[in-house]
């Protein structure tokens, strides 16, 4: 019976770290998120997600180019292959993140326009939209816990004390949240 009992506890330690390395990587991915919206500086992640078509295959800016910033709000993209230069210019465009590329033959330009006050607030909306499904993220890894935790058939003292270990993960994790979320509003905020 003992030995049934440490196994069990065995499995529920196991659900928890489980459980915490899927918050983590909900809070990383939150984070991946949060870079991807622009606050008026350039930043090489705005173009995240941005492919061009490279000899017939979908590749991203960053493996085609080196992506520098000389000013702070200025990105050069000075591409490796030259003749690809087009092809990125027209998939920023494509992109629709509201800078236009300007090419010099060489390279291309990317000067972030200042955000307006109006253009700032839908940004924070956006912020908390991310912070909000990061949120409910936590709460569904929660759930799947709790219930692999019920199915251990442990006693009822044990159940519980799963439960609430989880539930400080959770609160934990939804402050990790609340923080990034304010920074990123007030760096958004700020002029």
Known sequence: MIK????????????????????????????????TVRAGRANPAMLDGINVEYYGVETPIKQLANIS?????QLMIKPFDKSILGGI?????EANIGITPNNNGECIFLVIPPLTEDRRKELVKQVKSIAEEGKIALRNIRQEANTEIKNLELSEDMTKKAEERVQELINKYNKVIEEKLKEKENELMTI
């Not at 910033?69 to 709000?73: D, K, L």
């Open 69 to 73: 910033i000389p000013e702070a709000r």
């Open 89 to 93: 210019e027209k998939a920023i465009f």
């Open 4 to 35: 049934y009992i440490k196994e069990r506890e065995g499995i529920m330690e196991t659900v928890i770290k489980k459980c915490e390395e899927k918050m983590n990587s909900t809070i990383a991915s939150i984070e991946n998120k949060f870079t």
